[in-house]
């Protein structure tokens, strides 16, 4: 007997030798291929087609007797929108952006007026740079908690893709604020270690390379995000910066976007969500430390805050 099996989520030779190595173990398989599109499968009785596709799906990779189209990305804001059933966990990380986002901006603005009774003209110096951050920082956390929140195999191809985004952005945002308010080099320091260390964290759902990807990301990011912001400076660098911190964090949304279309749509995965308050704690924690780093390390002498 034959059949043919699809799946979207072959996407490298990595996932062709995972499977590989699987289907070889298999009794009752007498040949197969695979292409980055299919399963080509011959067969004989002792294998159950329905226990090998539950498998398949187990190793992280949805699986079909039928071709699987995704939906366009106007189909899905259109899906987004009324079905909100299918997408709770999507609306609850909005709602905990929203709210956080609106908390942290008081606090921060409660933080830099207090500032400036102490150091006349904080307010003009930070203000802008210190929003920055606060945007920067809940749309990474909510990418965090929204990764998180799905408890399923990674394949390998998505678990690099997951950790170079998340440290690429993480390097690129911190370093661009500490680059343009402490300098090059406090800007690639703290950019690349925290870059560094979230994208390895998140990109270790696939093993080694995702842990790579994340590390490599971070330091580029890093250096990367301190260094164009200390070159833009005396450049027209506030018409700059909200148009980078924008399409950085456009990018953040494409990756919940991609998560839920690799790794949850189509399988059988387990949800667990951290709480608003574990979010808002670790979103103004983390806030907290970045905006410390901020106002009290070393300057630079030529940027004048």
Known sequence: MKTRLYSPDIECDSCVKVLNRMLKKERGITDFKITTEYIDLSYDKKLKLKLLMKRIKEKG?????RPMDRPQIRERIGEFLTDRKKYMIEWRMLKYMTVTLIFALVLQGAFAYMMDGLRPGFMAAYWPWLTYLTFSTVFISAAVWHFL?????????????????????TGMLVGAVLGVTNGFFWG??????SGSIIGAWTGNCCGIMGIMEGLMSGIMGGT?????????VF???HWFMPV??????????GFSYMLFEELVEGKDVAVKPASFPAFLAACLGALALLTAL????????FLGV
Do not use: E, W
């Open 61 to 65: 990779y949805r699986v079909s007797s």
């Open 149 to 169: 929140a799905y408890r399923t195999t990674v394949t390998c191809m998505t678990g690099m893709m997951i950790g170079m985004t998340i440290g690429m952005q």
């Open 188 to 193: 690639a320091m703290v950019g690349m270690l």
């Open 224 to 232: 990367m995000g301190a260094m164009i912001t200390v070159m833009m």
């Open 235 to 237: 450049d027209h660098i």
């Open 244 to 253: 980078y911190v924008f399409l950085n964090l456009l990018i953040l949304v």
């Open 294 to 301: 901020v106002v009290f390390l070393p300057k630079s002498t």
